[in-house]
Every structure is written in C-alpha cells, then in structure tokens.
C-alpha cells in the first residue's frame, strides 16, 4: 500500500505550557471520515502522556526516553513508520518532549524517504507568557528553540494573564523574522483547527532576545542518557532518566499502591519548596481515588481520573549536587 500526503504537525511547547490539554482538543474535533494518530516523544521512561491522550479508536505511539540534544532516530523513526503503517492516519499530531529541541525533529519528517508520504505542516508552539518573567526559563535554551522554530505561536491559559502579560507577548511575538504566520491568546486548549493546515515555513533562524544561553545540540553530539530501574516497594517500580542538566523520575504502580492524602500534601509540599522541581505530572491513586495531577512550580491542576487501575506519574528536576538526596526524601514521603 502506497502512502501518501499525510499531514503532520509538530505540537512543542515548554513543561506546563498546555501541549496535552490542546491535543485533546483536537482529538474531539477530528473531520468526520479522517483519521488521525498522535507520536508522543517524551523525555521520561515511564509515558504519562500518551495515557493521558487516550481517545476512541484514536491511535497513540508512545516513545519514550526522548534525548534533549537531538533526536533518536531509530526509536522515532520505527515508531513513526509503526503508525503509519497500521493506523494509516490521514494526519499525525507529534508531541515532542517539552525540554527538547524540535527542529530536528521536523528536519527529520522533512527527510527524503519521507517525500510524498509526509506534508509536514506548521509547527504549533504553546507558550506560558508569564515565564517571560522567570529567569529559569529564560535560561534555558529549549524555551526559546521551541517558539523560534514555530509557525504558529500560542499564549495558553489566556484566561490567567493580566492586561500587561497580553501586551507582552503580543510584542514579543512580533520580533521575529520570519513573521509567524499566526500570533494568537488561547485559553482552555481553544484552537482554529485550519491553522494546522498553516504551511511550514521554509527557513526559520534564530535569534538573541532578552536572554542569554550558550548550547550545542548538534546532531552528532554524544552523551550518556542514564536510566537506572529499581523497586521501591512492592508493587511500585521506578525509572531514573539523566540526560545533560535534567533528570526524570517517574514511578508505575499497580492498582493495590496508594499514598494517603495526608502524605500526597507532603509530597507536594516538599516539591513547590525545592529549587530544581521542574514538573510533576501523572494520575496516582490517593486513598480510594485516582487523580490527574499537572504542576509545576507556579501552577497546580487536579481532577479525577475516571476508568484507570494504576498510577503512573512523574517528577522533572535539574540536576545538582543534592540530587540523591531529594530522591531519597521523595522515595520516604511517597513508600
């Protein structure tokens, strides 16, 4: 069977930026007699978005173990081909990690086995404007890599901004060249399903704003990606990610695990104190009740997880000196 003009979109966006939320969005709104699939490339071993995506008949890839610097292009490319050999898509929603870099991730799609079966179509970018005022995220060089190389650039949670935070980003999202060819507010994961059709633009180039990051991701740059199994406790398995400054840890336990409510405020306590907390995100089971939780540290979100039997969720953390020593802390307050 011959496969042809499959459209793609590459849906990036910084940790907390709303990438799962607009996907699920979409998801609801596919053209009746379209078929659509999703490659979510995460950066943490143990695949909390794709469950979270979960949709109907919809067909989810999940890769996880994305590398921060480049992409991996066996574990991509095989899960790729996967899903458009069997789920035969007439479009692909890929989200890659939100600590990555996404051009060569697009650079890949654009690759000339995939001519002809592949319409690589505007990347989408979702930005939080409030951590324009955050100098960890003005650090870091993702932040900025991902809404250089967007066609299409998205303030999220539109419905939280003050007056100024608008004012800011609309020129902020001006500034650079080539134009984007959409500049909008969304709130809730609102989204023109006919700016996915956007063309990708042919050249983007990056430029200095008001910020300052020094990074190599050059595609043959080499390191170690540690990942390192254990079990905690009965039942519960745990999977630690090192890959340049960042760490994940993410946890999978079976449906007898479960962290009381007195322990799970604990737990979050210990994280909105501590400096290098990044994320946390997953559905865990407190007390008799699994939960969807997304927070990061400026912004908690909580609701009930209907129809699921394990708890699955993850922690990203820049990595420092006291790095065992928090996990440590986690692994008491949690087992």
């Given at each position: 069977m011959q496969y042809k003009g499959i459209k793609v979109n590459v849906i990036t966006g910084f940790l907390g930026s709303g990438k799962t939320t607009l996907i699920k969005q979409l998801l609801e709104q596919v053209p009746e007699g379209e078929r659509w699939a999703v490659l979510v490339n995460e950066f943490?071993?143990?695949g909390i978005d794709g469950e979270l995506l979960k949709s109907g008949d919809i067909a989810i890839k999940q890769v996880p173990g994305g590398c921060l610097c480049c992409v991996s292009s066996a574990a991509?490319?095989?899960g790729l081909n996967e899903l458009i050999k069997t789920a035969k898509p007439d479009r692909i929603l890929i989200e890659p990690t939100g600590i990555g870099h996404p051009d060569q991730i697009v650079e890949q799609l654009s690759a000339k086995h995939y001519h002809g079966v592949l319409e690589v179509c505007g990347t989408v970018c979702l930005m939080d404007v409030r951590n324009l005022s955050d100098p960890r995220y003005l650090g870091h060089p993702a932040f900025f890599d991902q809404i250089d190389d967007a066609d299409i650039l998205i303030a999220s949670k539109a419905d939280l901004y003050s007056s100024d935070d608008e004012l800011r980003f609309l020129q902020f999202a001006k500034q650079f060249e080539p134009a984007k060819s959409v500049i909008a507010l969304s709130?809730?994961?609102?989204?023109?399903?006919?700016?996915l059709d956007v063309p990708r633009a042919q050249q983007h180039s990056h430029h200095d704003h008001d910020h300052d990051h020094d990074h190599d991701h050059d595609h043959d740059h080499d390191h170690d990606h540690d990942v390192v199994t254990s079990q905690p406790s009965a039942g519960v398995m745990c999977y630690q990610k090192r890959d340049l400054d960042m760490a994940s840890i993410g946890w999978?336990?079976?449906s007898n695990w479960f962290i009381t409510s007195e322990r799970f405020e604990q737990f979050l306590a210990y994280l909105s104190e501590a400096s290098h907390f990044w994320r946390f995100k997953g559905i865990i089971r407190i007390d008799d009740v699994f939960e969807q939780i997304n927070m990061t540290q400026t912004e908690m979100r909580r609701s009930t997880a209907d129809e699921v039997l394990t708890s699955r969720f993850e922690c990203v953390f820049s990595i420092t000196d006291d790095y065992e020593k928090h996990l440590n802390t986690l692994h008491k307050i949690l087992f």
């Open positions: 943490g071993e143990v991509f490319s095989v709130e809730h994961g609102g989204f023109y399903q006919s700016w999978v336990a079976d």
